[in-house]
């Protein structure tokens, strides 16, 4: 396994909205994407960028979002995740598997349309770890 690029930080919110204000206000960022749901995955999502990756702003969407019980343990919100990117979800899938590292739930597409998977934080040095598929070079 060779180490991908970090594609994002994934950090919860209980508003995206707010942060977005928060992110340009205090960051000088430029969120010109609009938040989209993720119903699948249970919830909204926005990207910041960053010169060199992204910030994934997720806000809880429906009862069972994953990232509730995250959120009332810290009602401000914070870091959740990391994301690296992989050549082949696959190929990353199994190499995980073979080093008994715990996967949590089926791989699915993801917020770049690509798909992920993730590591469960406590076999990861307590970093829930998300693993994505590059997306492929357009020609
Ligand atoms: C896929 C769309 C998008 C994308 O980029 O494409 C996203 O990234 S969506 C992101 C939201 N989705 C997920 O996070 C799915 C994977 N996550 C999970 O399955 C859960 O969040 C899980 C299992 C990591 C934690 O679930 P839950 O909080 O309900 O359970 P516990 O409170 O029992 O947690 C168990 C244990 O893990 C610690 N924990 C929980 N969340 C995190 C975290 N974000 N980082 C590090 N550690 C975490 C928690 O404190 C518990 O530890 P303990 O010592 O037992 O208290
Ligand atoms: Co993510």
Redesign the pocket.
Known sequence: MKLGRLN?V?V?TPSIADSIAHYEATMGASVTMEPFD?PA???K?CFVDTPNSQI?L?EPLGENS?????LE?NPLGGQ??L?FEVPDIEEARAWFEGIGKRI??PT?T???GTP?F?L???DME???T?I?ESPKQAH
């Open positions: 994002h994934g919860a993720l995955q249970g919830v999502v994934e997720i994953p990232i509730h019980k995250f343990k959740h995740h994301c949590l739930g699915r993801g917020a770049h992920i993730f469960h934080p406590k307590g970093v829930l998300e994505m």
